[in-house]
């Protein structure tokens, strides 16, 4: 069982440069499991305690995982899972 | 530096204008790897607000899928400040995550001039950098 994942330019240095890495697991949960194992400390940078990270983008095939089922979305081989940081900011100081 | 077309220039202008008092957003994308801003692409603001900004998610999924199937980077990301200076707030700085990028802000607070100003930010550090606007 494959998944593809695509990588924003921002977290390559997780993954040695690469911008595509390959996973397995039934759910998106399972799937940032199996990379932080492959690439240590990528999980960390989407998932925190409250769960996705509120400024990272996580799209499967081609629905933002927002809309689905966030980390208990169900994933498959063959699925592609793709990863932007959200582009944002202002005025405000958050 | 960024050097930007006119056309270009005056595009992201007319956004900020037109949204004002909300902060106007968006990307000026061009060929990988050349650092020559070619393709203007206003984004929607998802937050609507006059002092926040964040792109649609989905929207962004678009763009950026099809900069990829172009062979295409985001040279500049911009966006605008309608009541403060046209520099990076500790936000801007915070979600700037596109290491090469350029970051473009628009100030709209003065109805009769506005301010075009361009930064790299890389690792939590602004620097300045000139702009020279090409025809």
């Not at chain 1, 996973?23 to 960390?44: I, N």
Request: aromatic share 8%.
């Amino acid at each position: 069982m494959a998944i593809e994942v695509r990588i924003p330019t921002i977290l390559r240095t997780y993954t040695d440069g690469a911008k595509q890495v390959e996973g397995t697991g039934s759910t998106l949960g399972e799937l940032l499991a199996d990379l932080d194992r492959q690439h240590g400390g990528l999980r960390d940078r989407l998932v925190d305690d409250g769960g996705l990270r509120r400024f990272v983008n996580v799209y499967l095939n081609d629905e933002d995982v927002r809309f689905l089922a966030g980390l208990d979305t169900p994933v498959k081989d063959g699925d592609t899972v793709t990863v932007l940081p959200a582009v944002a900011g202002g005025a405000t100081v958050i | 530096m960024l050097e930007i077309p006119q056309d270009l220039y005056d595009k992201i202008v007319a956004h900020a204008r037109a949204d004002h008092p909300d902060e106007a957003c968006g990307v000026l994308a061009g060929p990988a790897g050349t650092d020559r801003p070619g393709r203007f692409i206003p984004m929607t603001n998802a937050a609507r607000s006059p002092t926040f900004y964040e792109f649609d998610s989905t929207e962004q999924f678009g763009v950026w899928k099809e900069m990829d199937e172009r062979d295409e980077e985001p040279v500049v990301i911009y966006h605008s400040h309608t009541a403060t200076e046209a520099y990076p707030s500790r936000t801007d700085i915070s979600y700037a995550n596109e290491p090469g990028a350029h970051y473009v802000l628009v100030s709209t607070r003065d109805a009769a001039a506005t301010e075009f100003r361009s930064y790299r930010i890389h690792e939590n550090e602004v620097t300045e950098e000139p702009v020279t606007v090409v025809e």
